[in-house]
């Protein structure tokens, strides 16, 4: 064995030594979430807070700066070695930027700003939550300042999220869109509105859960590599690529809940069970940015789940399922029911097209946030004026506008763009595949969607975080992240469904 | 805050960090057991042997060492701080006599060991395993050599699991319950068999469960500090006092399988739930010894669970559930049939009383495989001679004889006879809460468990380990553990049910 060979080893043993703790720490997560007894949740606190700690400080070690500094000048490796050295010396000087009395106190900050989040929520009332914001926003500004940036603090943010973003790229990318957008929302309008009512009777729980497991099936998830459970608030988590555990929770009466979010976070889950198994704790086995993850949620969700195509397969079973509540409902009033496009206040519950609008507003006052010409005092206030201008809708507290997300009180400001960016993502990964694969749609009409996962294993699962999002978009669709995939896309489906009823 | 709290203060900071690293290990394993999907097995088994190195490493630092050293010098804490620092630098003292080069190869070993019981078991043939334990064999009488001992190296094995047990002790014991028991069996034997065949009629698994929660609730189970899963071997185990799980199996066509394991579970639990929580990741927050962690389960199992006042309160809403299966039975019937006392082959399926003796043969192959009087490739001759010998049993394969137990895979020698002493404390305890508390039985009759656990939660549980096994007992008996409560309990117990018989 060459001397950067055995050194490479080195590095790949501490790496994997660190992600063994960190997934670790990921299970006693899924636990809390799922099965932990009420009593356990102090102790468990204090578990998850130490292995942060423990894998944190292994990785931050010199050690692993050295080992890093000796590998980065070895050349006789091979180009995924060569890249997993590289992406984790990026890591490693990241992490130093920051001086461990900041990610202290940063800790503390966002602990106490949670808690405020909660209650301010339940009490509805933003003032219980704006100072603690406040000093979570002064922190996030600090952390700007220490990870550094060339144009915009915000880029140094969204930067954790999807390396290379920039807030130049997505407001370019975003005014592209909201016009579209809006002209799209402007005709559907004009159009009857579609009607969705019979996805609120009642859907028996454990019928509901049956459906889900299929659905998951269906898209191929493997059951032998994970499983699925009930939580508050559906999430994918994975502790390898071969044990990848998603969440859902049901609803009685909305159907629409479950089934959603369980072929959402199916999407999620696929994407990690293809990550490569031998780059388990390396930087090639992790997921290339939160814009792919969300564009492989969204790719599943929206583009196949809401389609007609893959109804055309499945909607018979589930009127056989639920034939009290169907019957009545022919395949295409079903689908023009789950695509019916409104405007609404929780973002969480928003259509395909709206939700971007959800999306902008955040990003919009995040930004102001962050370069200081707002303060979170003034929140309310201009999410209420955009909500109005761009949605048309009017919010009448801030439990239903601005402290309906947790996010802000996480501390994770850059984050929501990534879902409107994924959903583009999506659209242009589909526009590929339809092109790709001949007959796709003919083949989800058959319930056959292995082609559509056969295409994502080859294009999209397998490289880890070898390329950025921009290269691997460029890669597997020929471009880069261009918004008129999404335009066509949502013109062609809802012209469809809204102009249809039109005549 | 004096020197002395303020290094106290650390070593209780560094014990917690390292319980929590232990507890994190105990969860994957209970996740293993409970819900992992098969695919995950070989990061999961990484990630527990890394945390367990960790919480290793961390344990056995010299700085642990150096702050052991100088709190042992301060006489200026309470006795509990004391006892604290005192069992902490024994286990210190223990953790450095073993090399980190014998630890490695010692679940080296063990995992080989292990793997082929795994192929022995399955193929039936003991010689695949022979060699692989004679290796285990060797690893701990080096590890006898290595912990010490003054009269008997197995003497060093039993003190893992229970500290002060000696072969002197056990010997004496076990040659004081021998003829007792045989006297007993030997009366049974001459009286009519009882019957219980109604145990082995069909019975719904879902109803089972419920029957198995309502069991753990009358026991005062504390379901907001636990849970109950299913795996395929019951187990308890405990990530705080506060999180504290069992788990049973349920065989539909064995109702006793899942009702006594899931009593016996719920025993060990309730003592893990007693510890006190202010001791979280200290020896008094932990428990005395494995064969005070028995006597827990086999109090409530045998002297109460197979009691007749405790059924006098369950067999009716037990019937009611199961109205085919034994609304022909009455109570009577049903006490005896629970309580069959019959020589089998199978350790885990024993009565109350021949039990014992699985344990005895087992304790004494040990004794001779430790002391190199005997090689493992002599275990089946001799295991299938103590069986004829001693409960009068042919052996027919080593499936059903030597190679049953997972326990010398596992390089757990020296474990087995707390379950039999722990048995013998279990009656000792049984007798002094009758002498306590006037009319418990009729208590258990109107389904009142209430005085047993607070008899427990005083005497027992709060404890952890300040006190030996022997001192513990003493202390809540008023003498050291004799086998002679338990004489007086099997006679009264089994002569009152086949005798009556008789007449």
Known sequence: MSVSIQQYEKLKNKLQQIADIKYAAALLQWDQETYLPPKGNDARGRQIATLSEISHQQFTDEKTGNLLQELINCHDLSNTQKRNIQLSNDDYIKSKKLPSAFVRKSSEVINKSFHSWISARKENNFDLFKNPLQEVIEIKKQEAEYLGYSE?????????YDKGLTVKFTDELFSSLKPELSSILAEIKNCPQVENNFLHGHF??????????????????????????????????????????????????????????????????????????????????????????????????????RGLPFWTHQYLPLQNLFPEQLKNIPLDQFYNGINKVSSSLIRTEADELTYHFHVMIRYEIEKLLIDGTIMSKDIPAIWNELYDKYLGVKVPDDKNGCLQDVHWSHGSFGYFATYSIGSLYAAQFWSAIKKDILNVEQMLISGNSLPVFQWLQQHIYPFGRYYSSAELCKKATGEILDSKYFIEYAKQKFYDIYKKLHQ
Chains 1, 2 share one sequence.
């Open 152 to 160: 915009h603090p915000y880029d140094a943010l969204m930067n954790e």
């Open 204 to 305: 028996d729980k454990s019928l509901q859960w049956n459906f889900g497991m299929n659905l998951l099936k269906s898209m191929h998830f493997d059951f032998e590599a994970g499983r699925q459970d009930i939580s508050e608030h559906p999430f994918t988590t994975n502790f390898s690529s071969k044990d990848v555990r998603v969440t859902t929770r049901i609803d009685e009466n909305d159907f629409a809940n479950m089934t959603w979010s369980c072929i959402h976070e199916g999407g999620h889950a696929l994407y990690e069970q293809g990550l490569p198994d031998e780059e388990y704790g390396m930087p090639l086995g992790e997921y290339c940015s939160l814009s792919i993850h969300e564009s492989q949620s969204r790719l599943w969700e929206n583009c196949i789940g």
